[in-house]
């Protein structure tokens, strides 16, 4: 799937993000488990709102941790990544 900044993603239908005290860690709940995330996974999905594109999620993040090289293509990456994983959808 080509992945470009103007589609908005969101959480596949079942899917969930949350704080998981037991892991100390956020976690992507799912009806078939459950995967542990690495801190920056979760500021990642954190952002999902199904309203903010990924465009605006990239900006965001350059935001929060200016100066990180290659931020944008590593979260472009990432989502890459959760798609096929079938975590997340995206919206045109």
Not at 1 to 20: C, D, H, K, V, Y
Not at 55 to 74: H, K, Q, S, W, Y
Request: hydrophobic fraction near 40%; charged fraction near 25%.
């Amino acid at each position: 799937m080509e992945i470009n900044a103007s589609q908005t993603p969101q959480f596949r239908r079942g899917f969930r993000l949350q704080w998981e005290e037991a892991q100390n860690c956020h976690v992507m709940l799912y009806p078939e488990g459950m995967a542990k995330l690495n801190g920056s996974a979760a500021e990642i999905l954190l952002l999902l709102d199904g309203k903010r594109t990924l465009g605006e999620i990239i900006a965001e993040l350059n935001t929060r941790f200016p100066g990180v090289p290659d931020l944008g293509n590593d979260v472009t990456d990432f989502f890459g990544q959760a798609y096929e994983q079938k975590w997340i959808i995206f919206r045109d």
